[in-house]
């Protein structure tokens, strides 16, 4: 089949999995075709049947901010044209599936069927403003196939937009040889913690849902209780918050930003614990 794919290219939870299921689709043979503004996160090496098309705006006078969605839908329809999607696969209801929506409509043949993901902050957040409701619902409701990454969120979209359509639920995956407990290379443990201390991993994109306030201040009461050490994987807006929050308690010498990483899984099983105090998930 010939797949085509938008998503936010950036590290977050919905980039990774669209382009880990992109990756893996094209392993089966399928041509994939990720359009967005700038090349996924974990596109990070050549791969055969994976494409990547990039949407590039114009800044004109009249405009406040570019216009990427329009960008954005007229790359959708060109790309389905020249390569013969069959599908075309959205993660994020606004503003991707709308994108698709308007796509359709200029498509003249072999239409591809558009199936929208929804991830969470879609719904939970961004959907659920008033400012948004209608344009949300219409997306959704214009989806040939919709799928939700858990049951609370797919019985969230129906009862928050009112949805009569069928919603699949498929749970986020992972591929356990790369996310375990394992005997091969890992990072050493004494980098982060080198007098063996009760070592903390936070992973985020450092948005306010993902309370980092909370996770310093957690983190506060438990190295006051033990000798501990946390570590801050990613980056956002608030990581400058965390910064600050990290100044006044004092906390410089316990607390390593390690930035973005793309082989977390290096990472991950050096920690005793793992601290995730969003306000709201996809899975809750």
Known sequence: ???????????????IVATELGQKLAERGHQVHFVSYALPFRLDKFRQN?????????????????????????????????????????????????????AKQMITCCIPKVITTL??????????????????????????GITAVSSYLAEETKEVFKIEKDIRVIPNFFDSNRFGPSEG???NRKNFAPN?????????NFRPVKRIIDVIDIFEKISKKLPAKLLLIGEGPDAVLA???????????????????????????LSDLFLLPSEEESFG
């Open 1 to 15: 089949m010939n797949i085509g794919i938008t998503c936010y290219p950036v590290a977050g939870g919905s980039g």
């Open 50 to 102: 994976l494409f990547y098309h990039g949407v590039e705006t114009t800044a004109y006078p009249l405009f406040k901010h570019p216009p990427y969605t329009l960008a954005l839908a007229a790359k959708m329809a060109q790309v389905a044209s020249q390569s013969e999607l069959d599908i075309l696969h959205v993660h994020y209801a606004v503003p991707h599936a709308t994108c698709a929506f308007l």
């Open 119 to 144: 991830h969470g902050t879609d719904i939970t957040l961004v959907g659920s403003d008033p400012s948004y409701y209608d344009i949300t619902r219409f997306s959704i409701n214009s989806s040939d």
């Open 185 to 187: 290379p890992t990072c």
């Open 196 to 204: 063996d201390e009760f070592l903390i991993t936070h992973v985020s």
């Open 243 to 269: 910064r600050r929050q990290i100044n006044k308690k004092h906390l410089n010498g316990s607390v390593q930003f390690l930035g973005n990483q793309s082989n977390v899984e290096a990472i991950l099983p």
